[in-house]
């Protein structure tokens, strides 16, 4: 397709209403967008408590925050800020508000629309559309509308820039997110303390991180009791955190936004996954994903990241536990070994 005819010094604003991962799943196309365009003034629309994953993103010149919740006053009043100021809105969501939101902010938008009416409708708004295509994997997604845009495709996941950070151990250390935001994507306490127990063996010492949630601070309270492990949950910004990681021996953790994060660091993760497909959402290594992840294996290996799994037959099944609720247990996680996850870590040490 040819590329997109833009003025010069382009005003280029990128609309991602997501969760943090896929926030951060979204650098490739910002990345796509800056090598095409070196002189643009680049921004990205997100949600208030998502901006901190783009902290310092050096493709980026700026970011419009809004509330995850808005009014509908705080939705109007940032239309109207919005209105016109951009040559250039590239929606990463067929959603009506992201499509909203792309419309008010510039002339020529692009997007993916959904496959239905509406879908046919939103067209419209558009100067270049691709219909949503489930089953390819999130920065896949974000590839393919920079085949929409006529510019190259730049696969690299990009890391907050990572800030100054003291106290962490001089030798080697092992970083451990045990806690995901979910229930359902949570391995076991007795495997992450028998994980532990064998990383302290090898003479790796443990940074435990987390949110701040009281919740999930209880959580690790029970997880980490007695063991001496340097907990700094609750306590790093994103930009400390890529700098924690960059710097680890390895990193393990579910399947969460500091996962991807990890591994696009490129530090050597160790990623456990239950439920949730990795051909859709697994973890992107440091520069490119080489070869998609298969849906389930013991251990999988892409670049800096080993992707751990329980390959039950029903798995991977994209549903929110056994019991279909944010709150339930996961079996393929639940019956997941540690001696498994601890042959992962050996691995991504080697």
């Not at 559309?129 to 085949?147: F, I, K, N, T």
């Not at 309270?221 to 001496?228: C, T």
């Not at 994209?318 to 996850?341: F, K, M, N, T, V």
């Amino acid at each position: 397709m040819n590329r997109l005819d833009l003025p010069a010094r382009p005003r280029i604003l990128v609309v991602t209403l997501r969760r943090l991962g896929d926030v951060l799943l979204t650098t490739p196309l910002i990345r796509s967008l800056r090598r095409a365009w070196p002189d643009a003034i680049i921004e990205a629309l997100v949600f208030a408590d998502t901006a901190g994953i783009l902290a310092g993103n050096p493709d980026l010149d700026g970011l419009v925050e809004m509330a995850a919740r808005p009014t509908f006053a705080q939705s109007a009043a940032l239309a109207a800020r919005l209105f016109r100021r951009y040559d250039l809105a590239v929606s990463t969501q067929s959603g009506d508000r992201p499509s909203f939101f792309a419309f008010m902010a510039a002339k020529v938008r692009v997007g993916p629309v959904e496959q239905n009416f509406n879908g046919r409708l939103k067209r419209l708004m558009y100067r270049r559309s691709l219909p949503y295509a489930a089953g390819v994997h999130r920065v896949e997604e974000m590839l393919r509308l920079a085949d929409l845009l006529g510019i190259a495709r730049v696969p690299e996941v990009v890391a907050p820039a990572a800030g100054t950070l003291t106290g962490v151990p001089d030798g080697p250390y092992a970083v451990i997110h045990a806690a995901p935001m979910f229930r359902y994507k949570q391995w076991t306490k007795s495997g992450w303390r028998a994980l532990a127990a064998a990383l302290i063996a090898r003479k790796i010492a443990i940074v435990a991180t987390g949110a701040p949630a009281d919740a999930e601070r209880s959580y690790l309270d029970d997880v980490w009791d007695g063991l001496p492990v340097m907990r700094l949950d609750g306590r790093l910004d994103w930009p400390h955190l890529a700098e924690l990681l960059s710097r680890a021996r390895v990193y393990i953790g579910p399947d969460t936004s500091v996962t991807h994060l990890a591994a696009a660091s490129g530090c050597p993760t160790v990623a456990v996954y239950g439920p949730t497909d990795p051909r859709l959402w697994g973890p992107w290594p440091k520069g490119r994903l080489a070869s998609p992840w298969n849906a389930s294996g013991e251990i999988q290996n892409r670049g800096n990241v080993w992707l751990v799994q329980n390959p039950l037959p029903c798995m991977p099944c994209q549903l929110e536990g056994c019991e279909r609720r944010l709150e339930s247990y996961s079996a393929c996680l639940d019956e997941l070994p540690a001696e498994r996850i601890i042959a992962g870590v050996d691995q991504a040490l080697r």
